[in-house]
């Protein structure tokens, strides 16, 4: 099951079958992108429909169970229907704008995963700024849902696109706040330095007292807030705004915002795991296993808030972030800070 | 830097639109998220019941007003027939009476079962919304197994009930309230300590009792501002008065009261049922009604205590003639819409969805 060992292999093929290094290294470098982009749509497609199974368990219902076992084809089926849908522009919609919106949040949404380790060695690029780069990234997701907001010409899309604007600046803060406590610990940017540091699950961030659980607490929140899902889903908040952004969106254009919205709950997920829950590490399964069975557990917690929790409003919301949630976590930094200075804990 | 020009804006909400519980439609003057100014535009349902009772005998209106309220028809049926009665004299079986009384409480308990579902669908969350279809869902079928009808029964008749209730409906009812205050716990736990609830409905949408008063306000959302008014306790109809049961009221007036006001009324309701099926006697279940039924010269206004306020039906009867001459229904939703304007006044456009809920407003109701 060792995956790294295979890719191993077929490098050192391509490389002593006489080409340039430079040509070898391009020709990896785009084969593990379509690859990343390929696990990628697939997860996306398996959460959609697993995240129909659990608010169907959580509501007493079955969910899909026509097409296929326990209906495992549903978004095939949903994936091919949106395909084949007529592509609507609005008339008086602001057309580049409009239709570079959702290409914008499909490529931040996979973007991200370039620095994020699947495994021991199954990472596309260890930069050393890694978790800035993922940071930055996926703040693009504001700029497309504002253009679709603006674009669209709808004045339920531009509620729902300046509501997004306002919501992901201001839980940003206090996210990148929360993971800056983990990284003064781990001493880097790096992605992989950070799940080499915490080998032992004793030594994941989650676990040490005091400030890594307020840290991944606050994380969580913000994260919940960064990818719009209840109870922080205001920017398509289907009672009031109808569908927000992505009013008058459809078919394709349509799909790439929804994929996008499901692969960035993924990647927190995996950037939660990443940060808090010791990455790749865990006994006996082999690494990326590990990873991705951490990495689902988050994303069930954030399912299982959607279909728990009423919405928030939006003057509450901002309270809670600037109020709340960002002095907790810029105390919990300090705490960080003052721990690691003195170097308690230092397991 | 000069100052930024910002204006108000007008957002058209309805008559298609997720929460407006049929087609109401709402002109809202907006100040970014504000409402400065909100307009309702009525009459998208309208379907001219009262008009077109006129051209039907007394028997043949009330399947058109189980139309009236689709949520309660049992309710509309009741309230025509007790006019009817109350104009002819008629004298109903004791066994229809209590039978009535189960049919309506059961109803005002299905009722509000969607109004739960509705209004934690409106706050964004979905689930309750299913929790609270499932119970509605035994109901329906303990209707369906009585009058063979799940939305329009056309159950309750001028002067008793079409059937007599079959021999398994008396326990199959039991089975239901042995578990249904259960149930309401569970849909309390959901949502009345929920702080994200909490934070949404208190002191939102704040209805005063003059103002509730003034505009007509009843049922639930008028106790829920701190009048205590019930017309099944201050108006008694049908046997109401030999039930015991609490009318429960509270101060504020805001969107959490409504909502806590209609969920212990529930609980409300299932008591008086469950007093019903121990007493129920048996014996007839309609009073002699001629097919030729002419009721004498007169007016009359009746009213009962419906899921959504006071629900009234007056009749106009030219005496000697099958048909009646004129007919007014009034709807408890039709009051409550009207108060909306000044209450949404100052609130965000997630508020208007909120107390748009919390009032229980139908539009059938309003627009008959």
């Known amino acids: 099951m060792e995956i790294v060992g295979i890719f191993k292999y077929l490098y050192d093929l391509l490389a002593s079958s006489g080409l340039s290094e430079n040509l070898v290294d391009v020709i990896a470098y785009a084969a593990a992108a379509v690859m990343v982009f390929g696990i990628l749509a697939l997860i996306a497609l398996f959460l959609v429909w697993w995240e129909r199974k659990v608010s169907a368990h959580i509501q007493q219902r079955f969910g899909p169970m026509r097409t296929g076992w326990h209906g495992w084809r549903q978004t095939i089926a949903d994936a091919v229907k949106l395909l084949q849908k007529e592509d609507i522009t609005p008339v008086m919609a602001d057309r580049p704008v409009f239709y570079w919106a959702p290409v914008i949040a499909f490529v931040a949404a996979f973007a991200a995963y370039i620095v994020i380790p699947f495994g021991d060695g199954l990472i596309v690029s260890d930069l050393n700024v890694g978790i800035l780069f993922i940071l930055a990234i996926t703040t693009f997701t504001v700029i497309s849902l504002l253009m679709a907001g603006w674009g669209s010409n709808n004045k339920y899309?531009?509620?729902?696109?300046?509501?997004?604007?306002?919501?992901?600046?201001?839980?940003?803060?206090?996210?990148?706040?929360?993971?800056?406590?983990?990284?003064?610990?781990?001493?880097?940017?790096?992605?992989?330095?950070?799940?080499?540091?915490?080998?032992?699950?004793?030594?994941?961030?989650?676990?040490?007292?005091?400030?890594?659980?307020?840290?991944?607490?606050?994380?969580?929140?913000?994260?919940?807030?960064?990818?719009?899902?209840?109870?922080?889903?205001?920017?398509?908040?289907?009672?009031?705004?109808?569908?927000?952004?992505?009013?008058?969106?459809?078919?394709?254009?349509?799909?790439?915002?929804?994929?996008?919205?499901?692969?960035?709950?993924?990647?927190?997920?995996?950037?939660?795991?990443?940060?808090?829950?010791?990455?790749?590490?865990?006994?006996?399964?082999?690494?990326?296993?590990?990873?991705?069975?951490?990495?689902?557990?988050?994303?069930?917690?954030?399912?299982?808030?959607?279909?728990t929790y009423p919405r928030l409003r939006v003057d509450q919301l901002m309270e809670f972030s600037w109020k709340f949630l960002l002095p907790i976590s810029f105390a919990n930094l300090i705490l960080a800070g003052i721990m690691k200075y003195s170097g308690w804990f230092n397991w | 830097m000069a100052e930024l020009r910002t204006e108000e804006f007008l957002v058209n909400m309805g008559p298609h639109h997720?929460?407006?519980?049929?087609?109401?439609?709402?002109?809202?003057?907006?100040?970014?998220?504000?409402?400065?100014?909100?307009?309702?535009?009525?009459?998208?349902?309208?379907?001219?019941?009262?008009?077109?009772?006129?051209?039907?005998?007394?028997?043949?209106?009330?399947?058109?007003?189980?139309?009236?309220?689709?949520?309660?028809?049992?309710?509309?049926?009741?309230?025509?027939?007790l006019a009817t009665e109350k104009l002819a004299g008629l004298e109903v079986p004791e066994r229809a009476e209590y039978i009535r009384v189960i049919m309506l409480e059961l109803n005002r308990i299905a009722s509000h079962l969607i109004w739960y579902g509705t209004t934690s669908l409106d706050l964004g969350a979905i689930t309750p919304f299913l929790y609270g279809f499932r119970e509605r869902e035994d109901i329906l079928d303990l209707f369906e197994m009585t009058c063979g009808q799940r939305l329009t029964y056309n159950y309750i008749r001028i002067g008793g009930v079409s059937k007599d209730i079959p021999p398994e409906f008396i326990p199959k009812c039991r089975k239901f309230l042995d578990t249904f205050d259960a149930k309401v716990d569970d849909y309390e736990r959901v949502l009345t300590a929920n702080p994200i609830f909490i934070v949404r409905n208190k002191d939102v949408g704040v209805l005063t009792p003059e103002m509730a008063i003034a505009y007509g306000v009843s049922g639930p959302s008028l106790r829920a501002s701190g009048v205590r008014f019930d017309l099944r306790r201050?108006?008694?109809?049908?046997?109401?008065?030999?039930?015991?049961?609490?009318?429960?009221?509270?101060?504020?007036?805001?969107?959490?009261?409504?909502?806590?006001?209609?969920?212990?009324?529930?609980?409300?309701?299932?008591?008086?049922?469950?007093?019903?099926?121990?007493?129920?006697?048996?014996?007839?279940?309609?009073?002699?009604?001629?097919?030729?039924?002419?009721?004498?010269?007169?007016?009359?206004?009746?009213?009962?205590?419906?899921s959504r306020g006071e629900m009234g039906a007056y009749i106009q009867s030219p005496g000697g003639v099958k048909k009646p001459l004129r007919i007014k229904l009034r709807g408890g939703s039709y009051n409550q819409l009207q108060v909306m304007p000044e209450l949404v006044v100052g609130h965000k456009i997630a508020d208007v969805v909120a107390i748009m809920a919390s009032l229980d407003i139908i539009m059938p109701e309003v627009d008959r």
């Open chain 2, 234 to 306: 201050d108006d008694p109809y049908s046997i109401y008065d030999r039930f015991k049961f609490n009318i429960p009221t509270r101060q504020n007036g805001d969107c959490y009261d409504r909502y806590m006001i209609r969920i212990q009324e529930m609980r409300e309701s299932a008591k008086i049922v469950r007093q019903a099926i121990e007493q129920i006697p048996d014996g007839e279940i309609q009073a002699k009604v001629s097919i030729n039924f002419k009721p004498p010269a007169g007016e009359v206004y009746s009213r009962i205590e419906n």
């Open chain 2, 18 to 81: 997720p929460s407006t519980h049929g087609v109401c439609r709402f002109i809202l003057t907006m100040d970014g998220e504000v409402v400065v100014k909100a307009e309702p535009v009525i009459g998208y349902l309208h379907r001219a019941l009262e008009k077109i009772c006129e051209n039907r005998t007394y028997a043949q209106c009330i399947p058109v007003l189980d139309r009236f309220e689709y949520c309660t028809s049992m309710a509309c049926n009741q309230v025509f027939a």
């Open chain 1, 157 to 307: 899309a531009l509620l729902g696109g300046m509501r997004s604007a306002a919501q992901v600046v201001s839980y940003e803060v206090p996210m990148v706040v929360a993971v800056l406590a983990v990284i003064v610990f781990a001493g880097s940017l790096s992605m992989v330095d950070i799940v080499n540091s915490q080998a032992k699950v004793y030594q994941w961030y989650l676990f040490r007292l005091p400030f890594g659980p307020i840290a991944f607490i606050c994380y969580i929140i913000a994260a919940t807030a960064e990818v719009n899902r209840t109870p922080f889903d205001l920017p398509e908040a289907e009672q009031e705004l109808v569908a927000g952004f992505n009013v008058e969106y459809s078919g394709m254009k349509f799909a790439m915002f929804f994929l996008a919205e499901f692969v960035n709950m993924f990647t927190v997920s995996a950037i939660g795991t990443t940060l808090f829950l010791g990455g790749w590490n865990g006994p006996i399964l082999p690494s990326w296993m590990w990873f991705f069975i951490k990495t689902f557990a988050l994303v069930f917690i954030f399912m299982w808030f959607r279909w």
